[in-house]
């Protein structure tokens, strides 16, 4: 079975930092573009973050040159770094391919207080 599983949220201070990763199992994902989202109460699902399997990034506005994603193509892993927190950054953050993305996994909550 592939899946995506999240982790590394918790609750931070604003200012503060956050790494999560995302594991992927059951499947190849090194050459897919993969990306992070998030969905915040009452909100819609975003896109924040993504990357191609040749490591090239691409930011929303409102993460760029907080928000860092990387990947370990060899072990299926997808990482996002959260620098200087704020409050807006509460959401459940969720990794999935940007392209025909897979059903969505449980994704992991953060929280971030002022």
């Known amino acids: 079975q592939v899946q995506l599983v999240e982790s590394g949220g918790g609750l931070v201070q604003a200012g503060g930092s956050l790494r999560l990763s995302c594991a992927g199992s059951?499947?190849?994902?090194?050459?897919?573009?993969m990306g992070w989202y998030r969905q915040a109460p009452g909100k819609q699902r975003e896109l924040v973050a993504k990357?191609?399997?040749?490591?090239?990034?691409n930011y929303a506005d409102s993460v760029k040159g907080r928000f860092t994603i990387s990947r370990d193509n060899a072990k299926n892993l997808v990482y996002l770094q959260m620098d200087s927190l704020k409050p807006e950054d509460t959401a459940v953050y969720y990794c999935?391919?940007?392209?025909?993305?897979?059903?969505w996994g449980q994704g992991t909550q953060v929280t971030v207080s002022s």
């Open positions: 059951g499947g190849d994902f090194s050459g897919r573009i």
């Open positions: 999935n391919k940007v392209v025909v993305p897979l059903p």
């Open positions: 990357i191609t399997s040749g490591g090239t990034t």
